[in-house]
């Protein structure tokens, strides 16, 4: 197959792809986890080479699983290999920031009824000090234990009874709301809020429980960065195997290395180290505090929203400084010199209803030097701080050069 | 006083074009207290540039090949760093946004095609490493392309003009500065009417010639397509010339064809003859090259210099017969004009310094000096000698880390002056070209140093002259009037055509045997 | 009619690629002109910049 066509398919996968939210279950029952195992974000990580943010929250989950007592005995654990870690991205899940999934986590679950695929995600804990930032207390593993205990079962009841929610549909709607999908999530959030709400209130005779899950999702903006992380990974599995294909099917960070996977090159990752990212701090941090780039929620630029829709959700640049209109245009267009094509659903209502710039092209990286911009949040290094900013990160160049040379000798 | 200063500062992968830097450090120069200044991308050779300007700081030194480094070297601190704040400014203001639209500017080919899609024409001007893939981008999206650019591989060149044939598209170049598309002017091109002659020229100045010639007649241009200056060489056998030629023919605008260029190898010659008959248009082939005979052939008329290939068009279009004289100023006032060109001369003067901005023109400048003086030295020739000197300035070696001579005269001022202190100049010759692309003022960047050459001799006793001519039209967005006044003012005598102008100098050099001759219709 | 030959009825719109003078030339003659804000293709690299033209002829049918 000629590169031209191969490409075409891809990103005709990329665009027509429909994922629907259909469930919230377990990780072990939904993913098939049948071993002791903690999954990360990024490309695969030898535990020795994780940061400590990331070993902080992988601890903080073997604890609230239960398979050790303390962090100094899950680490042993780790080191020894008696839990295993691995990337969520192979077991088709994504998870943002360190990404931690374990088997007893309640994850939702989304079908591209387009291809047949499955993908999961863990439920977003909320906003400060959580897991997926790092923290690691007691509050923690808390809140981790309502969510399977309560959340969880609730949720998937609620989402069984609706049949399934139309996420594409959902995501083109709230970009027309100022949403990107990525760093502003609270249009989706509220739309995905009123879906529910009627399924809600009809699932159970808990009103209590019922009442603490409409809070949790009440409360938190950023409550639908899960849902287009993995209306994403439903989007791009279907892609992976596109023999000649030179588009990107997966952009992931572990907090050391930034990983990239390309459509016409199977399952390989990528890598190379993360970058730092930029942005704006909350009061009393500094880049001098933040944790390299790391979460699977690059997956949201790889289908054309989040930094690549940044024309729709102006408010966003102002994270990389000074800037307004014409820099979040300027970013939008920027990402579209490295992409194929305009998505057919996803519009910018400020840009005369163009399409989102999709279906990044590694040749076109390595030839204009332009990598792709991720909208981002900024975690601290020190184990326990949680979040401290927001912000902007690039992928690497060397992990595009690194893939065409690959594509090259195929 | 204050000691020297050096400041730097690198913007790291900040790509500008040549001519933008180049232009750049010349602003800085003239910035008050700065003794040399340079902007250049951090490549291995252009640092040595900064060296050996002692401009290569460290942070240079460090800077990559993507990296554009602005360097000043100044009497002060304060105006290094005064120096470097307005090259920080003049760089800014030149903003990536498109006029009107407020889209930023696309930085691939693809992209520009998305933006503009029924684009029918790249002009490239990237450094010859690049230009070649460039081009092959350009015709695969169903452009015609003008190659400005040189430096690129001939087997490259022979490769894009057979894929330009087989889609049917124009590829101009490389090497092509010149070229005047359904009237507008592309490159360094005049402004000349529309009319009916379709030209198709291997040279970019002489192209600028003819046209201005055409049009100061009244006549206008169709198509002026360059073809680039290898194009009628035997390996790329008139490729681009042909289908150039094809594209004429079947233009009802185009009532005359004309082709201009070096002598082509033989079987190419025939190849274009061919093609030309064929055409059953009136045509003129103006070869630049030693022993051309000038003739008609059917209804192909053989000229040997540009504005014989003007004036052939013309007495074609008009039904006249063509007879082409060397001056067209009466012979009265021509022999007073050297008289005075002359005064003063010593006994040892008495050759000719050719400064040219223009390549075809300086070619041009040797094939008409040499039967009327004898052997020239020129750049264009290496390993040639002679008495009198004819320096193409547009050529490689005067063109490092400086703007061409069309831009920037910087280099040649200094051989004008330079030439002014030899005891053996009897004249000095120069072509002043107009049009777009060229500098505001060309008449003005050299008046100056000639009415300083002319008084510096004065003051040593001796004589010396100064001939040019000016390529350019009314309608150019200089002041053609006020361009040749300017050069009279300081002393020079203005022809109206380069071939008049050298001849001209020809007489100041040699005196009465060679204006005899020229009169009595030899050479 | 060949695209050369429809040239010459069209209007010209210019695609610019490397010296910016030239677009600022043109725009002020009122013909529609993008400039290009180019550089050297992978950075200039050479062996990145073959690879990437090995890969565009790929898709090409030139001969």
């Known amino acids: 197959m000629s590169i031209k066509t191969a490409n075409q398919t891809t990103l005709q996968r990329l665009t027509e792809a429909q994922p629907f939210l259909v469930d919230c279950v377990p990780a072990a029952q939904a993913m098939g986890l049948t071993e002791r195992i903690v999954l990360h974000a990024g490309p695969p990580l030898p535990w020795e080479r994780a940061c400590a943010t990331v070993q902080a929250a992988i601890c903080c989950a073997v604890r609230y699983e239960g398979w050790a007592p303390d962090d100094a005995a899950a ?162 599995d279907p892609c992976r195997g596109i023999p000649d294909s030179t588009l990107v099917v997966a952009m992931a960070r572990n907090g050391t290395e930034f990983g990239l996977r390309v459509a016409g090159l199977g399952d390989r990752w990528f890598t190379a180290p993360v970058e730092m990212p930029k942005g704006l701090y909350f009061p009393g941090y500094g880049p001098e505090d933040a944790n390299p780039d790391m979460g699977d929620s690059a997956i949201v630029e790889t289908i054309g929203l989040g930094a690549f829709a940044m024309a729709a959700s102006p408010s966003v640049i102002r994270f990389v400084g000074a800037g307004g209109f014409q820099e979040a245009v300027a970013a939008t267009e920027e990402m579209a010199e490295i992409s194929l094509g305009e998505h057919p659903h996803f519009k910018i209502p400020t840009l005369d209803e163009r399409g989102t710039p999709v279906g990044i092209d590694i040749r076109k990286v390595v030839e204009t030097g332009i990598t792709p911009m991720i909208n981002t949040g900024i975690a601290g290094k020190v184990p326990g701080t949680g979040q401290i900013g927001a912000g902007i990160a690039r992928a690497p160049l060397a992990c595009f050069e690194k893939a065409l040379e690959a594509f090259g000798r195929r | 006083m204050s000691p020297e200063a050096i400041r730097s500062v690198v913007k790291p992968s900040a790509y500008q074009d040549s001519v933008t830097l180049l232009l750049l450090a010349r602003q800085l120069r003239s910035g008050s207290g700065v003794l040399e200044a340079a902007a250049l991308m951090a490549t291995p050779s252009n640092k040595d540039l900064f060296e050996q300007s002692g401009l290569l700081t460290a942070e240079a030194a460090n ?269 009265i006032d021509l022999r007073q004009c050297v008289e005075d060109a002359r005064r003063g001369l010593q006994s040892g003067q008495g050759s000719v310094r050719a400064l040219y901005a223009g390549g075809t023109l300086a070619h041009e400048a040797v094939l008409i000096l040499e039967p009327l003086l ?150 | 009619m060949s695209p050369l030959g429809e040239l010459f009825h069209q209007e010209l719109r210019v695609i610019n690629l490397g010296l910016e003078y030239f677009a600022e030339e043109i725009e002020r003659l009122g013909v529609p002109v993008i400039h290009v804000a180019w550089s050297p293709p992978a950075g200039g690299d050479p062996k990145k910049a073959a690879l990437l033209a090995a890969l565009a002829d790929e898709d090409e049918d030139d001969a």
């Open chain 1, 75 to 236: 680490a042993d654990l780790l080191r020894r290999g008696e839990v295993r870690i691995g990337p969520c991205h192979h077991q088709a899940a994504v998870g943002p920031m360190t990404g931690i999934i374990t088997p007893s986590m309640p994850v939702f679950v989304v079908e591209n009824r387009a291809h047949g695929n499955r993908a999961c995600v863990t439920i977003n804990e909320g906003l400060g000090k959580v897991l997926r930032f790092g923290a690691n207390d007691a509050s923690v593993v808390e809140r981790l234990t309502w969510l399977a205990r309560e959340a969880g079962p609730v949720l998937g009841a609620a989402l069984r009874a609706t049949g399934g929610i139309d996420l594409r549909a959902l995501m083109a709607q709230a970009l027309r709301m100022g949403d990107e999908m990525h760093q502003r999530n609270v249009a989706a959030s509220s739309l995905l809020a009123r879906r529910l709400m009627g399924a809600l209130a009809r699932v159970g005779s808990d009103a209590q429980a019922i009442a603490r899950v409409a809070d949790f999702l009440g409360a938190n903006d950023q409550f639908f960065l899960n849902l287009a992380m993995v209306a994403g990974k439903a989007t791009t």
């Open chain 2, 63 to 331: 800077a990559g090949p993507n990296d554009l480094v602005v360097a000043v070297r100044a009497e002060s601190a304060a105006a290094a760093e005064a120096a470097l704040d307005r090259a920080a400014r003049l760089l800014g203001g030149k903003s990536r946004r498109l006029e009107g639209s407020g889209r930023i500017a696309p930085r691939t080919l693809e992209s520009a095609k998305r933006l503009l899609p029924d684009a029918n024409l790249a002009l490239i001007s990237v450094p010859g490493a690049f230009a070649a893939q460039e081009a092959k981008k350009a015709l695969r999206l169903g452009l015609h392309v003008m190659l400005f650019s040189d430096n690129v591989r001939l087997e490259d060149e022979v490769a894009l003009k057979r894929l330009a044939v087989k889609r049917g598209l124009l590829m101009m170049g490389p090497d092509c500065g010149t070229a005047i598309l359904n009237g507008v002017p592309l490159g360094f091109a005049n402004a000349v009417p529309r009319g009916r002659i379709g030209l198709v020229s291997a040279s970019g100045t002489g192209l600028q010639q003819v046209t201005t010639l055409l049009a100061a007649q009244g006549q206008g241009i169709s198509q002026a397509i360059g073809v680039g200056g290898r194009d009628l060489s035997e390996v790329v056998g008139g490729l681009m010339a042909l289908q150039a030629l094809d594209a004429l023919a079947a233009d009802p605008a185009s009532g005359l064809v004309m082709v201009i260029g070096k002598p082509p190898a033989p079987a190419v010659r025939e190849r274009i003859e061919l093609r030309l008959r064929a055409i059953g248009k009136p045509c003129v082939l103006a070869l630049l090259g030693q022993g051309v005979r000038e003739g008609r052939d059917g209804a192909i008329h053989v000229v040997a210099t540009l504005e014989d290939a003007a004036l052939a068009a013309l007495a074609l279009l008009e039904g006249q017969p063509f007879a082409p004289q060397p001056f067209s100023i009466p012979p």
């Open chain 2, 374 to 523: 004898g052997s020239v030295a020129t750049n264009l020739a290496p390993g040639s000698v002679g008495r009198h000197l004819v320096i193409d300035l547009g050529a490689d070696e005067y063109t490092v880390g400086r703007a061409h001579p069309m831009l920037d005269a910087t280099v040649r001022v200094e051989a004008i002056r330079k030439a002014a202190q030899d005891p053996e100049v009897a004249v000095l010759l120069l072509d002043v070209v107009l049009g777009h692309g060229a500098a505001p003022d060309p008449a003005g960047d050299v008046a100056p140093a000639i009415a300083a050459a002319l008084a510096a001799a004065r003051a040593e006793g001796r004589g010396l002259a100064a001939v040019a001519s000016v390529i350019g039209t009314a309608s150019d967005p200089q002041d053609l009037a006020a361009q040749c006044a300017r050069l009279e003012a300081a002393g020079a005598w203005v022809l109206p055509s380069n071939a008049q102008a050298v001849r001209a100098a020809a007489c100041i050099a040699g005196g009465e045997p060679v204006l005899a001759r020229l009169l009595a219709g030899e050479s």
